[in-house]
């Protein structure tokens, strides 16, 4: 796997922009499609995938080499990503799901064929996901 480190100083770096900086430079540098398979929050002492009774500070990494991680990331020693190439990952076509926002900003994640308004979650279509990372925040 290639490590790569990135130290950066006159700013504040939190997991939202660590995350943006090594996405951009893991797409400069893949030149497919990656994709993280890992992260670790040194600071706020989170990790994906989140593996109950694990230990904090390795398993994800693990995860990650076991799950296609060919590139690691660490920004400022504290956040930690593992990318994987999609082009890797088999297609399997159309999701019946798709994840909308309402006019507050909540997120959803719906059921397309069962949609009103293919624009606007309904209670009938859609689970609101609280607390859950669905724009790779998190994953």
């Known amino acids: 796997m290639k490590d790569i480190n990135i ?12 995350r ?15 994709v993280v398979v890992a992260w670790h929050d040194k600071t706020a002492a989170r ?17 990650g080499e076991s799950h296609g991680g060919k590139l690691e990331i660490s ?11 999609s082009s890797d990952f088999e297609t399997l076509g159309p999701t019946p799901l798709v994840n909308l926002r309402d006019t507050l900003g909540n997120e959803y994640l719906c059921q397309i064929s069962a949609l009103k308004d293919p624009k606007h979650p309904s209670e009938d279509a859609c689970v609101r996901l609280e607390g859950l990372a669905t724009r790779g925040d998190d994953a």
């Open 20 to 34: 943006v900086i090594a996405n951009t430079l893991a797409n400069e540098l893949n030149g497919h499609e990656p």
């Open 47 to 63: 990790m994906s995938p989140v593996i109950e009774g694990a230990d904090i500070h390795t398993r994800w990494h693990d995860y």
């Open 7 to 18: 130290s950066l100083s006159g700013m504040d770096v939190d997991y939202r922009t660590a």
């Open 75 to 85: 920004v400022n020693g504290e956040f930690d990503f593992i990318f994987a190439d």
